[in-house]
């Protein structure tokens, strides 16, 4: 393409007129060049591309509108566009000069302003027009070249043109589709179209070189194919658009399988899994069955092994299973083979067609655990995996593949819960349990947006004197509709949605500005003490021990009185990171308890490696403490360890007298039970904290060994709800 404001030749008889126009011309940038006369115009034109022409009418032997006759037999206006130069007056002329194609005039004594904006009008045009026969030609190439569908929309009348190809990619014959873009936009599927209209609309207003957007459209087969659409908007001189035009090519081959593995993707196997259940609503005996299929501990593996040897992990996965559907002989007595897809990640699946049974499924599955007890050898590592297996049954009630999809990825759910290498069937009560579950996460959204949450407190107690030295923070959910939820009803779930990260750290903010506060009321010393539970999730952050100290220093508490709660699970699952965070808290002057502490899986070399000030026993233990002697020994073993590695203890659970007289005698330090009370609203503590001021060491109430009847006692409100 030309650059430049363009090249320009002048014609006139007159010198003056020449030169003065010449200077004016060249001062905007143009390439000027002149002619005496009619002649040398057109001998100059002939050997030279000029991007319009200034053509004097009056001149001697052969005139301006001879001259232009002759260039129009050559030319288009559009080609060269042409500005006749007329004398005022000379109204015969101008006509006569627009009838043999002139684009424009200028009237002599030349009004040089005028005149140069005409002649930028004119060049500006032309330039449109040339870069749209450029790009049209660029795209008929590109078109013809790469098997593409070309479509040329034409923005001022909402016309678009598409190509014999552009309609055969869709199933269509030429002429079948109306010249109108919401051909296109209607076939669009309904998870992209937003994606192809923010695409067009970004480049439309100039903020990308070109369109191009991925999506799938609607064949006239009535399924959806793969394709990219990429264009460019021509615009004219002030940026209006005139028109875009570019080419559509269908890449569903590609997008069918996946690049790491080489197996088919998803898109292939919905495919066929339709395929399967309209087979199967035409023959009843026709059995299939999904399995999807998840690795356990994968992240693990890719966290601690690098993603190399995770990748290949996935491949060495994906040609074992090839193998192990090879040698099902419950599979190839049927006839039809296995499809093996990957849908990403971690996540497999198994299309099983045609089998004889529908228990032929677990068979299957079975076969596929046992081919993965053996380990992968990978980079010089033995790596063992095994896998979860969800299968859904094929039934003609499926109404879409997505949908069995969804029902083999619950049962593979249900599957991983019951622990590793395990296969579940899907039923109706996971689905049942798999909607609630994404009710109640949509809802635990809602409850954070809209402070739904509580905290209530539980008093802890040193045993010795019964004095009250702080609370645990449990949190609690108003719910709109269902009341108060405890955690137990919440807390899983928003562990495996993630809501545990927003919600530990409203949690953790909220209990530090009560204790704050109290503190601030009542000091004492040592302060007023919270311990707030932290999830594994929220440890795991890597931002933790930057979150808390921001938070310790926007409520002034003293960080020695925040004390920590995490489990051993926590600190077990990735020890590394557990130190370096721990140590971090620590010199903070964070506290770290131990929470539950015997229930996990302790080992107790990693125990003396971190920084941790306290365990609590688990309520367990010091529940059947007065009536199994196994469980009394490990209280004893637990403090013995603590005393030994300078820790101390809190029980958990004390529920009546003799409990907690016989964890003093034991060397117990601090209780916390529902035999001091049960956790309670901030008001609640607050009023417990004063009256523990006038009256200290008498914090316990009434007893009672039944946790699920609501233990009120004269001192101290106590909540409603369930307990444990
Ligand atoms: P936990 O941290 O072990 O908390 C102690 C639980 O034992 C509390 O149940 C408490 O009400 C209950 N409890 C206290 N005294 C007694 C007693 O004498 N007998 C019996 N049977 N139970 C007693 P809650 O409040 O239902 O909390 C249950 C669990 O939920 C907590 O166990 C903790 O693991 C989790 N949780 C509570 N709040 C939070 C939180 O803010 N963040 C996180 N991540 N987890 C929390
Ligand atoms: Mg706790
Ligand atoms: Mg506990």
Redesign the pocket.
């Known amino acids: 393409m030309t650059t430049g404001p363009g090249s320009l030749l002048i014609v006139d008889d007159e010198e003056l007129n020449r030169d003065m126009l010449s200077q004016r011309l060249e001062l905007q940038g143009y390439t000027v060049a002149a002619a005496e006369h009619g002649r040398r115009a057109l001998d100059l034109i002939e050997r030279q591309a000029f991007d319009l022409v200034l053509l004097d009418v009056m001149m001697p032997d052969l005139n301006g509108l001879e001259v232009l006759r002759l260039l129009r037999r050559q030319f288009t206006p559009v080609e060269l566009p042409v500005i006749m130069v007329t004398a005022r007056d000379q109204s015969e002329d101008i006509v006569e000069a627009f009838n043999l194609g002139a684009n424009d005039y200028v009237t002599k004594p030349i009004d040089l302003p005028v005149a140069v904006a005409r002649i930028a009008t004119q060049v500006g045009h032309k330039r449109a027009q040339a870069a749209l026969r450029e790009s049209e030609a660029r795209y008929a190439l590109a078109a013809r070249g790469a098997n593409h569908g070309l479509w040329d929309w034409d923005l001022r009348t909402d016309e678009i043109y598409y190509s014999t190809r552009w309609q055969a990619l869709l199933g269509y014959e030429d002429g079948e589709l109306d010249p109108r873009p919401d051909e296109w936009l209607r076939r669009v599927h309904p998870e992209d179209i937003e994606r192809v209209q923010t695409s067009l609309a970004a480049h439309r207003q100039g903020s990308t070189p070109h369109f191009e957007c991925e999506h799938r459209l609607l064949h006239k087969d009535q399924t959806y194919r793969w394709v990219v659409a990429r264009g460019v908007a021509v615009r004219d001189r002030d940026g209006t658009d005139l028109r875009m035009a570019g080419w559509l090519s269908d890449v569903t081959e590609g997008r069918v399988s996946d690049p790491l593995t080489g197996l088919p993707n998803r898109i292939f196997l919905l495919d066929r899994i339709e395929r399967a259940l309209e087979r199967s609503r035409r023959l009843p005996e026709f059995h299939f069955a999904v399995l999807f299929l998840d690795l356990d501990r994968f992240k693990v593996i890719n966290d601690s092994l690098g993603h190399l040897i995770g990748d290949q992990l996935l491949i060495g996965f994906a040609r074992r299973l090839e193998g192990s559907l090879r040698a099902c002989d419950t599979v190839s007595r049927t006839g039809s083979s296995p499809t093996l897809a990957r849908l990403g990640g971690d996540e497999f699946t198994v299309l099983l067609d045609g089998m004889s049974d529908p228990s032929d499924a677990l068979k299957v599955a079975e076969r596929i655990h046992s081919e993965l007890a053996r380990p992968f050898r990978l980079g010089g590592h033995e790596v063992y995996t095994s896998s979860s297996i969800g299968i859904a049954l094929g039934s003609p009630g499926y109404r879409r593949p997505e949908d069995m999809l969804r029902d083999a990825d619950t049962a593979m759910y249900s599957a991983k819960a019951q622990g590793k290498s395990r296969s579940a069937v899907f039923d109706t009560a996971m689905h049942e349990r798999a909607v609630a579950r994404l009710e109640l996460e949509t809802e635990l959204r809602r409850a954070l947006e809209h402070d739904e949450l509580r905290l209530h407190y ?1 008093p802890i107690v040193e045993l010795e004197t019964d004095r009250l030295i702080g609370f ?4 609690r959910w108003q719910h709109p509709q269902r009341g108060l939820l ?3 009803e919440f ?1 899983t779930a928003a562990e495996e949605n993630g809501l ?1 990260v927003p919600l ?1 750290w409203w ?1 953790l903010d909220e209990a530090c500005r009560q204790i704050g506060q109290w503190q601030a009321r009542y000091p004492d010393v040592p302060p007023l003490m919270i311990c707030v ?3 594994p999730k929220q440890f795991s952050q890597t931002v933790l021990a930057d979150r808390v100290e921001q938070i310790v220093r926007q409520t002034g508490i003293d960080p020695s009185s925040l004390k920590l ?1 995490i489990t051993e699970n926590a600190i077990m699952s990735d020890p590394d990171l557990a130190a370096a965070t721990l140590d971090r808290l620590r010199s903070l002057g964070i506290q770290i308890g131990i ?2 502490f015997g229930t996990g899986h302790s080992c107790l070399s990693y125990l003396r490696r971190f920084p941790i000030d306290t365990l609590k026993i688990d ?1 367990s233990f010091v529940h059947r403490m007065d009536q199994d002697a196994k469980d009394l020994e490990i209280v004893q073993t637990i403090l013995m360890l603590a005393r030994n590695l300078s820790m101390d203890v809190i029980a ?4 009546t007298p003799h409990q907690r007289d016989r964890l003093q005698t034991l060397g117990c330090e601090h209780g ?3 035999y001091f009370s ?2 309670m609203q901030g008001q609640d503590a607050e009023a417990l904290i004063a009256r523990s001021r006038r009256m200290p060491g008498h914090l316990h109430g009434t007893v009672s060994g039944d ?1 699920s009847a609501a233990v009120h006692t004269a001192h101290f409100p106590v909540e409603a709800g369930p ?2």
């Open positions: 539980q645990e923070a449990l949190v405890m955690p137990e807390i545990i530990g949690v539970n932290l999830s709660e929470d539950d309520r958990e659970g004390v529920e916390q039970g529902y049960r956790a946790d307990c444990r």
